[in-house]
């Protein structure tokens, strides 16, 4: 998604460039809350200044990957907010709200735990998940990105008499061990790893599993 973004960015300001996707992708692996989940930060006073603090990152992937001066580099970066936050550039697996559905019939609450920008619960609303979600917990809010302890026990705080939880992710070192190291189950899903003790290639397969069926 980021380095698609910035992509979308470049094609759009600029047609006709011949930046790719591979040029981009290296300068998106470092520099972003999560890539210092041990690092704690204070949490944010304004989604503007969450976004602000990322602009470096983007003008360093516009100037280096793209191979821009420093003013248009600088430019293009102010772009990406409202291209990543754009409701059309998301888009929801077709299983995600049958499975969802599935569990809330059968008891479960569900609950969003994640690393990501300070506007997610609009996003989450904007693709239709809100009448599921229970209570969205954001790193880019509480200062704390998976796998750090602190992000699983703000959300732990909040269910004190809740008899079973899970984890659900698709990643294997924020979600599942993650959770793990808090002593819940997980299962990581649209992903493999040969350490991962409970995988689902689809959600449909998920009921089965956290109902003990699988």
């Known amino acids: 998604m980021w380095s698609g973004t910035l992509l979308e960015i470049l094609n759009r300001e600029l047609p006709g460039q011949t930046t790719t996707i591979e040029d981009i992708r290296p300068y998106m692996r470092t520099g972003f809350p999560w890539h210092s989940h041990d690092q704690p930060h ?11 603090s990322l602009l470096p990152l983007f003008e360093r992937a516009f100037r280096e990957g793209a191979q821009l001066d420093a ?3 600088r430019r293009l970066a102010r772009h990406v907010r409202a291209g990543y936050v754009n409701p059309d550039a998301w888009e929801l697996f077709a299983d995600t709200l049958p499975c969802l559905e599935t569990l809330r019939m059968q008891g479960w609450r569900h609950l969003i735990l994640s690393n990501h920008v300070p506007e997610l619960p609009a ?19 509480t200062g704390f990105e998976k796998p750090h302890p602190e992000a699983f026990r703000s959300v732990l705080a909040t269910i004190p008499h809740a008899t079973e939880i899970w984890m659900v992710g698709d990643n294997f070192s924020a979600d599942v061990m993650g959770a793990e190291a808090m002593g819940l189950p997980a299962v990581l899903v649209r992903s493999q790893h040969p350490d991962a003790v409970r995988c689902c290639e689809t959600l449909m397969e998920l009921p089965a599993v956290l109902n003990g069926l699988s």
Request: aromatic share 12%; charged share 20%; hydrophobic share 50%.
């Open 123 to 141: 996003i989450v609303k904007a693709l239709g998940l809100a009448p599921f979600i229970a209570q969205v917990f954001n790193s880019a809010q």
């Open 71 to 73: 003013g248009e580099a």
């Open 42 to 52: 204070n949490p944010i006073k304004s989604a503007d200044e969450w976004w602000e």
